[in-house]
């Protein structure tokens, strides 16, 4: 942080005395001291923009985030300060932690007004990132290394992954998995868990290095509440995304499931603002709702804490719109690593995590305990339903082929799946390859399967409505997942439509979990060991026309006859771990 002279130009004796203080507390590395220091100077100074810039960066790391939107609207706002482009970076960056898309809006405000600012570049790639625009994200990154910034090379990586831009991919995966294997810097969690190759003993690594960088003081824990006989469990489920999202439609039937004479079910809301059917479902099924998305983290704390709760939920763990630094507070004596996180969180304020035999076969890649529930770790929604399916016509597919759906974000994909997929397609001439994709991956993934000679045979699918999207998934003959990190939600839906998946057991948490589903809906045999297995049983299948025909009537009895698709089940075995987490 910079302390420039005043806009009068004049410095008196309490200006020099309270700049003093502010530079002892941004010595201290304390920001709770520094955002203390700047009121105080503020309070007697408030015409110094630069002042309420820099009060907005410390209110923002220690969780207030309205507090820092209101400095740096006050410092845009303050006459005479010149670099207001700094304060519209700022804002980029903070509406970009809370999913807004105007995060952009402000970031382009920021180089418009400074366009040789390599920050400001590089804040605006993230936000286009951030907005599903990681073409012009690649040129914004580009942009700020032409004028000396050190742009991260996971921000280059997420955005070459988004693209399916992957010139040059191979060297800045390279750079990202050296500059991980010895810090933590600028890189985001969710880029060694799921985009990067990396193994569960890695993930755990990297995760224990951030969480005591990020976060180096931890609270201790409020002692546990006497359950009296008949003592009802308070369960706090914390979360960002109590909307149309993967996660909310996974949960809100295990939330409406829940024994009421047993538990009470709270939820923390700490996305933004919203509406929608998802949204207004989920907020429906929990006892109580409390609105902390504009909270701090020690105010959102104080509310948990203050809500007496037995066991808080992190469904985020460390992915967009999370706040760990709630949980860092200890509001609860039982935290648990839940759903949302694919992986360990390395922290020490997480007790347990959530999983199962196959995504955790054992306890080392995890700092939390770990509690295994029967079947697979991932809930279903009992209710959902699907659109009537199309004809294979109306969804653009040839009614003579083997379809083979993918419907993985385009992120998943990688130069070695597609090399494999393209084996696979060499070898099977009447199959077609069904693929996900969005305006923003588009012209790259075509490029890519034009390389690899089957462009021909890719047909995309756009994004639709969840119902009209299970719909459609029935239109497929056999899925191929992808790899390192494989379906979640997506494996989900395809069992659930009646889809095969073939599947391909991974080195992590987040690359087991499809394993981890085709065992709970009783297809087992089609979970894969190896790269090689993967391709040769594709081929297989798709030569087996009596065989895929069978695997298919099997995925479609598994809505009715498994356990992944029986909410009752899964909610009772969930509702036994925690019990088992509050034992004495």
């Excluded at 001439?429 to 034009?450: F, M, N, T």
């Excluded at 987040?510 to 081929?539: F, K, P, Q, W």
Aim: hydrophobic share 45%; proline share 6%.
């Amino acid at each position: 942080m910079g302390y420039p002279r005043s806009v009068n130009g004049n410095l008196n004796a309490r200006d020099l005395e309270l700049r003093q203080a502010l530079i002892a507390a941004d010595a201290s590395g304390s920001p709770a001291a520094t955002l203390a220091a700047y009121r105080a100077y503020l309070a007697e100074f408030p015409g110094e923009g630069w002042a309420w810039n820099n009060a907005g960066v410390a209110a923002r790391q220690v969780g207030e985030r309205g507090e820092a939107e209101r400095c740096y609207r006050q410092a845009i706002e303050t006459p005479g300060w010149g670099e207001t482009f700094r304060a519209f970076a700022n804002l980029c960056q903070l509406y970009l932690d809370d999913g807004r898309s105007d995060a952009v809006d402000h970031g382009r405000e920021a180089v418009r007004l400074a366009p040789g600012f390599a920050a400001g570049w590089w804040f605006l790639g993230n936000a286009l990132v951030g907005r599903g625009e990681p073409s012009e994200a690649l040129a914004a990154f580009r942009r700020a290394e032409a004028l000396g910034a050190a742009v991260p090379p996971s921000h280059l990586y997420v955005a070459m992954r988004q693209a399916c831009d992957w010139e040059g991919l191979e060297a800045v995966e390279a750079r990202l998995l050296a500059a991980a294997a010895t810090g933590v810097g600028e890189i985001p969690a969710f880029v060694i868990f799921a985009y990067a190759p990396t193994t569960g003993a890695e993930q755990l690594d990297f995760a224990r290095r951030m969480v005591a960088e990020r976060f180096p003081k931890v609270e201790s824990p409020p002692p546990r509440r006497p359950m009296g006989e008949g003592a009802r469990i308070r369960l706090g489920y914390v979360s960002a995304d109590f909307r149309d999202h993967a996660t909310t439609h996974l949960l809100v039937n295990t939330i409406e499931t829940h024994d009421r004479a047993a538990f009470e079910v709270i939820g923390f809301d700490i996305g933004p603002p919203g509406a929608g059917v998802a949204r207004g479902r989920i907020l429906q099924a929990f006892d109580e709702v409390h609105d902390l998305f504009r909270a701090s983290d020690d105010l959102a704390a104080t509310v948990i804490r203050e809500q007496k709760i037995d066991i808080l939920l992190d469904l985020n763990g460390f992915a967009t719109g999370s706040r760990p630094g709630i949980f860092a507070r200890r509001p609860a004596p039982v935290q648990v690593n839940y759903l949302g996180w694919p992986g360990t969180s390395g922290a020490p304020f997480m007790d347990w995590i959530i999983a199962d035999r196959t995504v955790a076969p054992g306890a080392a890649e995890f700092s939390e305990k770990v509690a295994w529930l029967e079947g697979a770790y991932q809930p279903t929604d009992s209710r959902r339903t699907a659109l009537p399916t199309p004809s294979r016509a109306a969804l653009g597919l040839p009614e003579g082929a083997i379809v083979i759906a993918s419907m993985n974000s385009p992120w998943k994909l990688n130069p070695a799946l597609l090399d494999v997929w393209a084996d696979i397609l060499a070898r099977s001439p009447r199959a077609v390859l069904w693929q996900l994709a969005d305006p923003a991956s588009e012209e790259g993934l075509r490029a890519e399967a034009d390389r690899r000679g089957f462009g021909e045979r890719l047909i995309l699918a756009p994004h639709v409505g969840q119902g009209a999207h299970l719909g459609r998934l029935a239109a497929a003959d056999l899925a191929l997942d992808a790899f390192p990190c494989g379906g979640h939600t997506t494996t989900s839906d395809l069992i659930w439509a009646g889809v095969p998946v073939l599947t391909l057991m991974g080195t992590s948490f987040c690359g087991r979990v499809g394993a981890s589903l085709a065992r709970a809906a009783d297809l087992g045999d089609l979970v894969c060991a190896s790269v090689d297995e993967y391709r040769s049983r594709a081929i297989a299948l798709l030569h087996d026309p009596a065989r895929l025909a069978g695997l298919k009537a099997r995925a479609q009895a598994a809505r009715s006859q498994s356990a992944l698709f029986d909410s009752e089940f899964y909610t009772r075995g969930l509702e036994a771990a925690f019990k088992r987490m509050l034992a004495p």
